[in-house]
């Protein structure tokens, strides 16, 4: 118990810069996560922003979970989150100013673009750009709207387009990696949509429909990472108990999602989880 209460206040005031014998086995290496993610963000941005754009970013550890009653085990939604300032080209509205990747703990990574003040707190509060709530202005008719929609839907393949009476529609592009990032080619689609939208007179206003991360989750405080060695075994503070999945990234820096089968078994579609 001693040692436990060590490691929590261990984590939340510098275990960020122990070392890895300190903290326990090492996670993943700061400099690889931080490359990754920076190499990776310049693929998906392309041309649209400077050869050098996401240079330095700034890694954070944010611990969250999901808790059922009726289950023994929570699902562990803990984050590494890599965040850089977003060239302007690329902001859908002035104040998203940063971008991050946040690779969650069970396997899955998601870009979420925050506005200034949830820099820190890219998982718990960034939104997830690939699904726009557009609303059109109260005198355009309602042919209009649904000419905009299906003008959206012919000039963008990805885009799905709903329509929403009263109010305008919304725009959400699929994500034809699992667990993964959309291609290069659906991130174009989606910056040429915000120009669109920007230069439309119908529209009076477009935003990002929704959290990337679950309002349900339980979230703790994020902590900076400075040591070479990221060790999830002193970040943790919440109290210890078995997780559906067990911690990896994903791909490349993991191999994603894997299912905790020996202590907590769940059914995937009448067979066990792998």
Known sequence: MKQHRLL???ALFGCASSSSQECGESFVRRDLLHDTSRDMLRELFGDRVDADAFAEG?????????????????????TLSVTFPLPEAARPQPEFTHVALVWAVDGFVELVLTEGGDVRTPAENGRFPFAIAVTTLADVPAAEVEQLGAMLEDEFPNAIVRLLPAEGLTVDFARPRPGGLVDPSVMTEVLDLYAVLRDDARVRRFSLARKAFGDGDRFGRSVVLTADEVSLGCLRSFTAQPAFTI????????????????????????????
């Not at 700034?58 to 803990?78: G, H, K, L």
């Not at 911690?247 to 792998?274: H, K, M, T, W, Y």
């Open 58 to 78: 700034t890694v954070r550890f944010q611990e969250a979970e999901t808790r059922r009653p009726e289950a023994t085990c929570i699902w562990d939604r803990s």
């Open 8 to 10: 929590v206040l261990l």
């Open 247 to 274: 911690p990896s990234l994903a791909d490349p820096l993991g191999e994603g999602q894997v299912f905790n089968v020996e202590e907590c078994p769940i059914d995937c579609g009448g067979s066990p989880c792998r």
